[in-house]
Structures are given as structure tokens and as C-alpha cells.
């Protein structure tokens, strides 16, 4: 019998992929007539424009800036997790090897160390879509070379599990405080200063992916130091 809670989780995240999918198309273009007619308002002011008024322009011309960073965002974050899923059954380290390649230059750049925990249990099997599982390992080191001081080390562990792979990231990070961590998840949401990089879709992108496997994703973080990514994968294909 298929899983109706699937089914409908399923259902739902298709829903908001096109709902994500036409706010960037539709907004996109009305971010880039603000923007023009911003600068086409300042050209025409030129020097007659007094101070407040440049000020608001400024303010506009800004906002506009925002937006179509956010909605170019959008796109990146939906390109990444929407689109039909090619399951099939991956030893995980194949995976894992091929998202740290996928980095290595950036990993290279910043003098981190991307390590895989000897612990590790050698041959788990999981049953995913390869590009995907790729995909959220790349945003998972990308986030915390972003963050961490260097040299950063990113540490990853897994473990064979009843019905799957309990899997952790661990990095060498400042850390950060909330009340809710899940929040971190959350489209657009970022918890550095300002002026860092980051657009708050990597995450977001994270957990979309596990959604879209069935499962779910957990963090935990320490101001003192350090970030813990937390999530299982199936290790067999669903029944019905």
C-alpha cells in the first residue's frame, strides 16, 4: 500500500516549488523595472536633485538590489531541490567523495580540511537521488567554509542505523545562538552580521532535499564553537 503521508508530503512540496517557481519568474521583472526607472529618475534629477531626495533614491535603488539578489537566490535554491528524483541504491562514500571533490578548490582556498571519521561505517548503502545527496554535502561544507576561522575543519561520521544512515557534519565553527534552531532551515534565513556573505538558501536547500527523501534534518550549534548536521537516509528502496 503506498504511504498516503508521502504522498502528500510529496504533493505539498511540488505545490511550493511552483509557487516558488512563478514569484521569481513574475517579481523578477518587476525588480528590474524599479531598479531602471531608479536610475532613469536620479539621470533625470542630475544636479536639481537636493539631498533628501537623493537619499530616498538611494533607499530605493537598495531595496531593488535586495530583491533581485533574493529572487536570483530563489532560482539557485529551487534549482537545486526541485525536478524529478532518480533514486537508486549509492554506497554513501561515493557520494561523500564526490561532493568533496565537487569543492575541492574552494576546500583548497580556504586551507580547510574536509575529514571523513575513520569510524565511519565502510560499504553503507542508501537508497537516493546521486546529484541530489551531492548537492546538500556541497551546501553543508560551503556553509561552514563561509563561517569557520581558518584553518576550518569540516568532519564527517555515519553509522548504520535500524532502516538507515545516521549521518553527521560536524565543522571547526564559531557557532551561533537561537531560540530555534530549526529556524536555520528556514528560506533566507541568516544568522551572521552583516556584510558576510550568504543569501540563507544553502540550508534551505539542505532540508528541502531530505524532505523530498523522506526524512528530516537537525542542528545543533554552540556559540563557543562548533556546528552539528544531523540527518538519516534510507538505506532501501520504499515499499508500494
Known sequence: MPD??????????????????????????SARQIKSFTQLLEAHLGDDADAETEEYLAVLGSAANVLQAKLEALDRFSAKSAGRLKLK?????????????????????????????????????????????????????????????????ITIRWTNVEHGVLVRVTDS???????????????F??????????????LAAVRRILERHGTSVTIQSDPAGGTVVQFTIREVAPCG
Open 4 to 29: 498516503n503521508r508521502n504522498t502528500s508530503r510529496s504533493t505539498s512540496i511540488e505545490f511550493s516549488e511552483r509557487i516558488a517557481g512563478a514569484i521569481s519568474h513574475d517579481f523578477r521583472s
Open 89 to 153: 541504491e549509492w554506497d554513501l562514500r561515493h557520494i561523500v567523495d564526490g561532493a568533496t571533490v565537487s569543492i575541492a578548490n574552494e576546500v583548497e582556498a580556504a586551507g580547510a580540511v574536509v575529514d571523513i571519521d575513520s569510524s565511519s561505517d565502510a560499504g553503507a548503502k542508501v537508497f537516493v537521488d546521486r546529484e541530489r545527496l551531492i548537492i546538500l554535502f556541497v551546501e553543508l561544507f560551503r556553509n561552514s567554509l563561509q563561517f569557520c576561522q581558518k584553518p576550518a575543519r
Open 173 to 187: 565553527g564559531p557557532g551561533f545562538q537561537a531560540q530555534d534552531y530549526d529556524k536555520a532551515f528556514d528560506l
Open 189 to 202: 534565513r541568516t544568522f551572521h552580521l552583516e556584510g558576510q556573505p550568504g543569501a540563507g538558501t544553502g
